[in-house]
Protein backbone atom coordinates (compact mmCIF):
# COMPACT_ATOMS: atom_id res chain seq x y z
CA UNK A 1 0.00 0.00 0.00
CA UNK A 2 1.37 3.53 -1.03
CA UNK A 3 1.67 5.96 1.81
CA UNK A 4 -1.04 8.93 1.30
CA UNK A 5 0.53 12.41 -0.21
CA UNK A 6 -2.29 14.09 0.61
CA UNK A 7 -1.62 13.32 4.49
CA UNK A 8 2.06 13.72 4.08
CA UNK A 9 3.58 15.25 7.23
CA UNK A 10 7.27 16.67 7.56
CA UNK A 11 9.49 14.19 9.07
CA UNK A 12 10.59 15.29 12.62
CA UNK A 13 7.68 17.38 12.89
CA UNK A 14 4.72 16.93 14.81
CA UNK A 15 1.44 18.84 14.26
CA UNK A 16 -2.32 19.02 16.46
CA UNK A 17 -5.56 18.94 14.07
CA UNK A 18 -9.11 18.98 14.81
CA UNK A 19 -10.79 16.26 12.36
CA UNK A 20 -14.38 15.40 10.86
CA UNK A 21 -14.47 11.99 9.54
CA UNK A 22 -17.62 12.21 7.23
CA UNK A 23 -20.99 9.25 7.82
CA UNK A 24 -20.43 6.35 5.76
CA UNK A 25 -22.50 7.25 3.36
CA UNK A 26 -20.45 10.79 2.23
CA UNK A 27 -17.35 9.08 2.61
CA UNK A 28 -18.74 6.27 -0.15
CA UNK A 29 -18.98 9.14 -2.41
CA UNK A 30 -15.43 10.78 -1.71
CA UNK A 31 -14.24 6.85 -2.39
CA UNK A 32 -15.93 6.29 -5.55
CA UNK A 33 -14.61 10.00 -6.57
CA UNK A 34 -11.32 8.72 -5.34
CA UNK A 35 -8.67 10.10 -2.31
CA UNK A 36 -5.34 10.63 -3.26
CA UNK A 37 -3.07 7.76 -1.32
CA UNK A 38 -6.19 5.84 -0.32
CA UNK A 39 -7.33 2.78 -2.01
CA UNK A 40 -10.77 2.10 -3.48
CA UNK A 41 -11.92 1.53 0.33
CA UNK A 42 -10.61 4.55 2.11
CA UNK A 43 -7.46 2.38 3.21
CA UNK A 44 -4.10 3.94 3.83
CA UNK A 45 -0.63 4.12 5.39
CA UNK A 46 1.01 7.75 6.15
CA UNK A 47 4.43 6.45 7.86
CA UNK A 48 3.36 8.54 11.74
CA UNK A 49 2.85 8.23 14.67
CA UNK A 50 -1.04 9.46 15.48
CA UNK A 51 -2.78 9.70 18.95
CA UNK A 52 -6.65 9.87 17.82
CA UNK A 53 -9.07 11.43 20.96
CA UNK A 54 -12.63 10.82 19.45
CA UNK A 55 -14.83 13.82 20.73
CA UNK A 56 -18.03 12.93 19.39
CA UNK A 57 -19.78 10.00 17.22
CA UNK A 58 -18.47 7.09 17.04
CA UNK A 59 -15.69 5.69 15.12
CA UNK A 60 -14.98 2.44 13.85
CA UNK A 61 -10.93 2.01 12.95
CA UNK A 62 -10.02 -1.03 10.07
CA UNK A 63 -6.72 -2.92 10.05
CA UNK A 64 -5.71 -5.45 7.62
CA UNK A 65 -6.63 -7.83 10.54
CA UNK A 66 -9.50 -6.83 12.49
CA UNK A 67 -11.00 -3.37 13.97
CA UNK A 68 -11.33 -1.20 16.93
CA UNK A 69 -14.24 0.64 17.58
CA UNK A 70 -14.24 3.81 19.70
CA UNK A 71 -16.64 5.73 21.60
CA UNK A 72 -16.23 9.81 22.82
CA UNK A 73 -13.59 9.61 25.09
CA UNK A 74 -11.18 6.77 23.71
CA UNK A 75 -7.92 6.92 22.54
CA UNK A 76 -5.95 5.06 19.63
CA UNK A 77 -2.37 5.32 19.44
CA UNK A 78 -0.99 3.60 15.73
CA UNK A 79 2.04 3.74 14.23
CA UNK A 80 2.66 3.58 10.65
CA UNK A 81 -0.22 0.80 9.96
CA UNK A 82 -2.01 0.77 7.07
CA UNK A 83 -5.78 1.62 8.05
CA UNK A 84 -9.12 3.14 7.62
CA UNK A 85 -12.16 4.86 9.26
CA UNK A 86 -15.49 4.95 9.51
CA UNK A 87 -17.86 7.19 11.08
CA UNK A 88 -21.12 4.70 10.55
CA UNK A 89 -25.11 7.19 10.37
CA UNK A 90 -23.00 10.27 12.15
CA UNK A 91 -19.76 12.28 11.28
CA UNK A 92 -17.27 11.43 13.93
CA UNK A 93 -15.08 14.59 15.45
CA UNK A 94 -11.85 14.04 16.69
CA UNK A 95 -8.35 15.81 18.12
CA UNK A 96 -5.55 14.07 16.72
CA UNK A 97 -1.35 14.56 17.31
CA UNK A 98 0.32 13.44 14.19
CA UNK A 99 4.19 12.74 14.51
CA UNK A 100 6.83 12.12 11.77
CA UNK A 101 9.73 10.47 13.57
CA UNK A 102 13.06 10.78 11.54
CA UNK A 103 13.03 6.27 11.59
CA UNK A 104 9.76 5.91 9.57
CA UNK A 105 9.75 5.48 6.25
Known amino acids: MPRSDALDFPRGG????????????LLAVYLQQGIPGHDAQGFHRTGTLDLVLLLEGRLRLLLDE??????????????DTNHAWRAGDDPARCFVVVSRPEDLP
Not at 14 to 25: F, G, T
Not at 66 to 79: F, Y
Open 66 to 79: GEVVLEPGDVVVQR
Open 14 to 25: IQARYIELPKDE
